[in-house]
């Protein structure tokens, strides 16, 4: 290459030289929202991270990503399916959410996919809470203990209210509705936040 290559952007057209550092924006743009990568699989942490804890500075955590419920579609998929990488990765792929996050997805899952009782899903892929916190979970939002502490948080809000029978039992029960069971939801998300701020 010469030197003539080399500078041959800056003798473009004022036009061409504008679309050049715009696309070159755009690209740079593109490159710090990807998702953060390691120099190796089993490191789990970036190197920015390593050095900020090698020099006892506290880590800064990433901008978290607006959750969404899962797409509607996925309602009729069977359960295995969900723990396949692609769905995973668009989806949660493993993020971690806070317990009060959890429980607001399962109320969206609920009333995107529909409210059913009496098993996990119908045939048509309506859930009763357990079976929306398990569609979460397959599709890496949280992880099992996010999942069994939103059990908790279900449960406590259940006692409180004199029932010890277990939630996805209640979920089950002759007589209860979608609005029960989604306020009950709810609830249990509220308690979870408001435990989170204090």
């Known amino acids: 290459m010469t030197a003539q290559t080399l500078t041959a952007p800056a003798l473009l057209a004022p036009e061409l030289a504008d679309e050049a550092a715009l696309l070159v ?4 743009q593109y490159l710090t929202a990807r998702v953060r990568t390691t120099a190796h699989p089993l490191v789990t942490k970036t190197t920015a991270e390593l050095i900020a804890e090698a020099l006892g500075a506290a880590p800064t955590a990433p901008a978290a990503p607006t959750l ?15 723990n396949f990488p692609l769905l ?36 048509s892929g309506r859930r009763c809470i357990l079976g929306a916190q398990a569609v979460l979970f397959r599709l890496g939002y949280g992880d099992e203990h996010t999942a069994l502490a939103a059990g908790h948080r279900l449960q406590a809000v259940l006692a409180a209210r004199g029932i010890t029978e277990p ?3 209640w979920n089950d029960a002759t007589g209860r509705t979608r609005e029960e069971a989604l306020a009950l939801v709810r609830t249990a998300a509220t308690n979870a936040r408001q435990a989170d701020r204090a």
Do not use: F, K, M
């Open 68 to 82: 969404t419920a899962p797409a509607r579609a996925l309602r009729i998929l069977p359960d295995w399916v969900l």
């Open 25 to 28: 924006r755009e690209i740079e």
């Open 167 to 169: 939630y996805h039992r």
């Open 88 to 123: 995973r990765q668009l989806h949660g792929a493993g993020r971690n959410i806070s317990v009060a996050e959890h429980l607001e997805l399962t109320a969206l899952v609920i009333e995107r996919y529909g409210w059913h009782r009496g098993a996990l899903r119908s045939t």
